[in-house]
């Protein structure tokens, strides 16, 4: 795999809870490199669609939403039109709500260049669920990472009681697979591991270890071309 770009990408997909958002900022953090958390931007044009009442089957007036939207990423907090929205977003509501705006076509398009732009000097880590395969095909590691259901399920409940927002475990789990039905299901963009993206299950492994091994992978393809 080798990168055509000027910059490196590291392209790390997954379906949802599987830990690839913590993994990802942590290696973008370790080496000095951009990140994209592409699911948020399809969870604010979830948000935002709901706030001006657009609804699902309206592509076109969705995609037109998509491209006036103004967002800014300022560390860790996400703002929509200058208002702080970066907790809103992250409710299984918008989760959900962010799966189905992500399987309109004319929403994946709108989105296109702006998760492009992300792509700066040095470099730049990006997950999501078509990272490796649509957004940066040219990406030099490609990680495919995943969890058994149950385990993701498990993680999701654990963060949850930590913000102190009480959740039900067998909801969780079917609205998980629920998620991953429509997200690889979808005719524009599924979910799906590259065929040349590295599998990294991450069911009995804990945060700092997937963190190791896809720097190891990455220090690997950087030196020698290939893993
Ligand atoms: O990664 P996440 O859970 O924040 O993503 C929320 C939803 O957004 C996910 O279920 C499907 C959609 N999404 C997408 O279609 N394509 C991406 N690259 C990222 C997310």
């Known amino acids: 795999m080798v990168s055509d770009s000027t910059f490196p990408v590291i392209a790390i997909d997954g379906p949802t809870a599987s830990g690839k958002g913590t993994v990802a900022q942590l290696v973008a953090n370790h080496l000095g ?3 994209l958390d592409s699911g948020a931007l399809y969870r604010i044009v979830g948000f ?17 939403m998509t ?32 799966s189905a705006v992500g399987a309109i076509p004319e929403v994946r398009l709108a989105l296109l260049s702006l998760q492009k732009s992300f792509l700066k000097a040095p470099g730049l880590v990006a997950d999501g669920r078509d990272m490796a395969t649509v957004i940066f095909p040219e990406a030099i590691l490609k990680v495919f990472l995943t969890a058994s259901a149950i385990i993701r399920a498990e993680r999701r409940f654990k963060q949850l009681k930590n913000k102190g927002i009480s959740a039900n475990i067998d909801t969780l789990l079917g609205d ?46 950087s030196k020698e071309g290939s893993i």
């Open 176 to 221: 998980l697979l629920a998620r991953d039905e429509r997200d690889t299901q979808r005719k524009d963009a599924p979910l799906c591991q590259a065929i040349d993206a590295h599998l990294l299950d991450t069911s009995n492994m804990d945060v700092e270890k997937a963190v190791q091994k896809v720097l190891f992978w990455y220090q690997k393809v």
């Open 67 to 98: 491209q006036s939207l103004q967002i800014e990423f300022k560390g860790n907090n996400i703002f929509l039109d200058n208002q702080e929205i970066t907790e809103l977003i992250r409710t299984e509501e918008m989760g959900l709500r962010a």
């Open 33 to 35: 490199f951009h990140y």
């Open 48 to 64: 935002a669609s709901l706030q001006k009442n657009i609804p699902l089957d309206q592509g076109l007036a969705l995609a037109k």
